[in-house]
């Protein structure tokens, strides 16, 4: 096929980029819409004319003109729309987290390989120009065997949501799911030549005494099996947003940052930095890196892994790993105790 025919669930703020996304990509193109309200349907349709545009997300995956669904709803609605999604024999691409507890996730990989369709879930950053560039560095070696990885972020509080859906605990599941799942999967991402992730400590507070389960600053210590570890760290009672990621091996060193006044800013700053025992070198960046940029790169890849079955930048299973570990983590903070990470059966 020469596009893939790509259905949106989904047309709040993220959504509207996921849509833009959708159109900009060579490979794909924007059949259908299913908003949340006729408010944003009206929105949708005068923005994209050409698409169906609907407030019925079922009405929307029941069509035979689509390839796959993109799925960006809030976290409490994933299981259900998905599964939906792959019950229909669509592929389906899914926003972050795969789902609030493993149950949804492990029922949604199942669903996936019943019916033979497709499932990857919205970790972009792994796209990124300048933290994919510290991948291929770690796993050529430049930096020895990695022994530990930190991943920080301090930013502006997160936006509330439409209908304050991320202000609720019930619908977000826990703030540790909503963005420090990004970090949790790339210290994994960085640190897989020294086995999986098997332990995590973590400790949280809140701003606000009146909901202490919406933590506003966390920081964890994950273990992996290999005896290396990562330090997993951030706070939105800060400014702007500002991004760290090092990683140190047993022969060297990088250091990644990015910082913008948004996360969504088309206009970053960022550098790479390495060291290989001996000197340090500013490594180029040939591509802008931030969210906006990689969510272009996701959708242009999911329609690649269905038109040419190119690897997935981040699979059902990868999904599912980065709950589990904020999982543990959140179980940790209540708990104040160390806890293991659930492994799939």
């Not at 833009?20 to 949708?44: C, R, Y």
């Not at 999604?85 to 507890?101: D, F, Q, S, T």
């Not at 799911?177 to 992730?197: N, T, V």
């Not at 140190?248 to 910082?259: D, E, I, P, Q, V």
Request: proline share 4%; aromatic share 8%; with cysteine.
């Amino acid at each position: 096929m020469d596009k893939v025919r790509f259905g949106l669930v989904g047309f709040g703020a993220w959504g509207q980029h996921h849509a833009n996304a959708i159109v900009k990509a060579h490979n794909a193109e924007l059949i259908g819409i299913a908003a949340a309200s006729e408010t944003t349907a009206k929105e949708a349709q005068s923005a994209y004319p050409d698409a169906f545009v609907t407030t019925n997300f079922r009405e929307l995956v029941s069509r035979d003109d689509l390839d796959v669904i993109d799925v960006v709803v809030p976290s409490h609605l994933h299981h259900e729309v998905t599964t939906a999604v792959l019950e229909a024999g669509k592929h389906c691409l899914l926003e972050k987290p795969m789902g609030i507890n493993l149950d949804q996730c492990d029922q949604m990989i199942r669903c996936a390989k019943q019916h033979d369709r497709i499932l990857s879930v919205g970790h972009e950053l792994r796209l990124s120009s300048m933290w994919g560039k510290a991948k291929e560095m770690v796993e050529a070696g430049f930096i020895g065997t990695p022994q530990y990885c930190l991943v920080e972020l301090s930013r502006n509080p997160y936006r509330q949501g439409s209908g304050g859906w991320r202000y609720d605990i019930n619908r977000v599941g826990n703030w540790i799911l909503e963005e420090p799942i990004h970090f949790f999967d790339l210290a994994r991402w960085y640190l897989a030549q020294s086995g999986e992730p098997e332990s995590v400590y973590a400790t949280a507070n809140s701003r606000d005494e009146g909901r202490p389960e919406l933590q506003d600053n966390f920081s964890a210590i994950m273990h992996f099996t290999g005896n290396a570890y990562a330090v997993v760290s951030q706070t939105l009672s800060a400014f702007e947003h500002h991004q760290t990621v090092k990683i140190t091996g047993s022969r060297g060193a990088l250091w990644a940052s990015w910082s913008g006044a948004m996360d969504r800013t088309r206009h970053p700053t960022y550098k790479l930095r390495a060291f290989d025992g001996h000197e340090v070198t500013d490594v180029p960046i040939e591509k802008p890196t931030g969210e906006l940029f990689e969510l272009e790169d996701q959708i242009v890849r999911m329609a690649e892994a269905i038109q040419r079955d190119v690897p997935l930048h981040c699979t059902a299973e990868d999904g599912r790993w980065s709950v589990a570990m904020c999982l543990a983590a959140t179980e940790s903070v209540q708990t104040g105790q160390p806890q293991a990470i659930k492994v799939a059966d």
